[in-house]
C-alpha cells in the first residue's frame, strides 16, 4: 500500500460519529423539534444523558433545585445550549486519544477545538456577521479533526515535515502535504463526508488553511474558521507542534476594517467567554 | 516539588523554594518572569493583551491580561514578599506571531514593545529573552534558585 492509500485506509477505519448524537442533533435542526421525540433519542445512551443532567446541575447554573428527569433537563437547556453540549461531549471524545504527531502537552487538541468554536462565536456575534451559529460552533469544533487520522503519519515523518517547516519558511500544514501527500485539513474534510455532515462544514474544514479555496458560497464561513484558527493559535490556546506556523487569514479583518484596538477587544471578549467556556466543561484555561 | 500553573491573564508569586512556575503554550502572549535571590521571591505573569484602555472596567477585574496592568501588580506583589527591585533578575519569553501575520495581527509585537517601554521608563534591566519567531514556548520558573527554562515544542528544554 502506498502511503497514501495507507492514509485513506486509516480515514475509512475511523469509528462512526456517535448515532444518537447525530440523531438528536438532526431532530433539534427541526424548527419544532418535539421533546419528547429528542428524550427518546437520547435516553439510549446512559453517558449522554447523564452529562446533560450534571450540567443542568452544575453551579454555573444555580438552579434553586435538583432537576432528575432528562425530559426537564431538555426543556431547561433549550435548543441552543443541548446541542452544544452534544457536540461538545462526542468531539471532545474523538480528540481525546494520545496524539503523538501533533500534541506537546496532552489534552491539547481538545482545548484548542473548543477555544476555536468560543472564538468563532465570538467573532460571528461581534462582527455582526450572517452566519448561523450552529455551523460556526460545529465546523470550528472539528476543524482540525484530520489530526486525529495524521497523527501517527506525522509522528513517523516529522523530522522531514520540521525540515521543511524550518529551513524553507513552509507553513506546517503545507509540510504535511508535501511530504504525506495529503494535510489534516483536507483529511478532515473528509471524514466531516463520511460522518454525513452538510457541505459547508465540510468546506470549511477542508479550507481552514487556505481559505480562498472554499466555494463561494462556504466562503464566508469558512474565513471566519480559519481567522478564529488564527487567533486561538496566536493566543496559544493548544497549539501543539506545529507552534505558530500557521498562515495568518487576515482577510475577514481588513473587510470588515478591523483595527488593531478592535481585535484586542475581541480577544479580550473571547477570553471572558473562554474561562467561563473551561468552568463548564471542566477543562483547564 | 509542586508546580504551579499560571494560566492566561493571571500571574502567581511565590517565596516557597518546593514551587516551579510555568506559564505554558505562550504565542503572542508574554511570560515575564522576575525573582529576588537574596529575598528568595520569584513571580511569573502571562499576559495577553498590550493595554487595558481598551476597556477599563474589565481590566479592573482582570489587569493580569493587560501589560500596562500586569507588570507593576507583579512587581507590586514580590515587594509584598519581600523582594526588593534592584536585586530583581527578570526575563521574559513569548511574543510570538503567525506567519505573515504583520499588522493588526501582530499583537506578540505591540504586547513586547509596551514592556520595553514600561521597562526603560523604570530602569528594569532584562537579564534575558526569547521573543518572536513562530513559535510556541513553555517557560518555567524555580523559586529555590531563580532558574528559568523555556521549552519550545520537540526543540527540548533550555536555560533561559
Ligand atoms: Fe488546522
Ligand atoms: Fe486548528
Known sequence: MSLMEEIIAAVEAMPPFPQVVHRALKELSEPEYEVADLVEILKVDQAVTANILKLCNSAYFGLPRKVSSLKEAVVYLGATQLRQLLLSGAVNKIYDQPNEGYAVFADELWRHALATAVMGQVLRRHLKLKLDDNLVFTSALLHDVGKVVLSNFVADRYLEIEKLVEEEGCAFQEAEKRVLGFDHAEIGGRIAVKWDFPPEIVAAISFHHQPARAGKSYRLLTELVALANNLTVMVGYGTGVDGLACRGHGLLLEKLQVKERDLENLLLLFQMEMAKTCDIAGVGE | ?160
Do not use: W
Open chain 2, 1 to 160: 516539588m509542586a508546580l504551579v500553573t499560571v494560566g492566561i491573564a493571571d500571574f502567581k508569586v511565590s517565596n516557597n523554594p518546593e514551587d516551579t512556575l510555568v506559564s505554558y503554550s505562550l504565542g503572542s502572549c508574554i511570560g515575564l518572569a522576575v525573582y529576588d535571590p537574596v529575598a528568595g521571591v520569584g513571580g511569573l505573569l502571562h499576559y495577553m493583551l498590550p493595554d487595558s484602555s481598551i476597556n477599563q472596567e474589565k481590566a479592573e477585574k482582570n489587569p493580569a491580561m493587560f501589560a500596562n496592568r500586569g507588570i507593576p501588580l507583579l512587581f507590586k506583589s514580590c515587594f509584598k514578599l519581600g523582594a526588593d527591585k534592584n536585586r530583581m533578575i527578570v526575563k521574559v519569553a513569548g511574543g510570538s506571531r503567525i506567519m505573515g501575520g504583520a499588522g493588526a495581527f501582530d499583537i506578540g509585537k505591540r504586547n513586547y514593545a509596551v514592556l520595553r517601554k514600561i521597562f526603560s521608563k523604570n530602569r528594569v534591566a532584562i537579564a534575558g529573552e526569547d521573543i518572536g519567531g513562530s513559535y510556541n514556548r513553555t517557560l518555567y520558573l524555580q523559586i529555590a534558585d531563580g532558574r528559568t527554562s523555556l521549552k519550545i515544542a520537540k526543540k527540548g528544554v533550555v536555560e533561559l
